[in-house]
């Protein structure tokens, strides 16, 4: 399966077989649909038939056994038939959202030298939460931070790195409750010019310009040492 959102985030649609199509969901040859992961919501979006029938993937997700992604439909919905021919489109407009909010949760992670103790996103906001002793946290300071940076408009770049050579360099792992796939011959680094550098495998801009408006909305704790950032977009 071609997982196309690795290579360019920013493709909407494309073309794809279906291999298989039961109770688990619909395997395709190809899709541009991210798998709910990483704080990330699975992406929805729509399926064309051949005759022209269109249904709805209501979200998608990987199979924690064979890792091949799942698009779900709904249940009413008619079971495909391998080989069938599709044209599947995402729910662009939400998956940006999602992007712009992933790409500025790496800006947070930036701006808060603590461990990154979870996390989560929808198309309206985020989350992360800090493992931040007995430091405290600004909201001003940190919408104001964010703000600087999102104006910066500075560059995503996408590199690899083998998870031996991960393992020889751990400070690149921010985020302590997950831990990269290291068995892996290839894991996917971002980096976000002068900013940040890490493994992850979500989908981010191209520029933190994209990312908007956006400001923290709250500081919770959760726990002595624990402070839970959540940001929304402005628009
Ligand atoms: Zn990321």
Redesign the pocket.
Known sequence: MSELFYDDPYQRACEARVLRHDEAGLVLSDTVCYPLG?GQPGDSGMLQLADGRQLAIIDTRRDRETREIQHLLASDAPRLTAGDKVTLTLDWVRRHRHMRM??C??LLGSLVKAGVTGGNLTDRGGRLDFDTGDSTLDADMLTAGLQQLVEADLPLRVSHISGAELAAQPELIRTMSVTPPMHLPQIRL?EIEGVDLQP?G?T?VARTGEIGAVRVSKIENKGSHNRRVAIVFVD
């Open positions: 990483g992933h790409t949760m790496h971002i992850c979500g981010h």
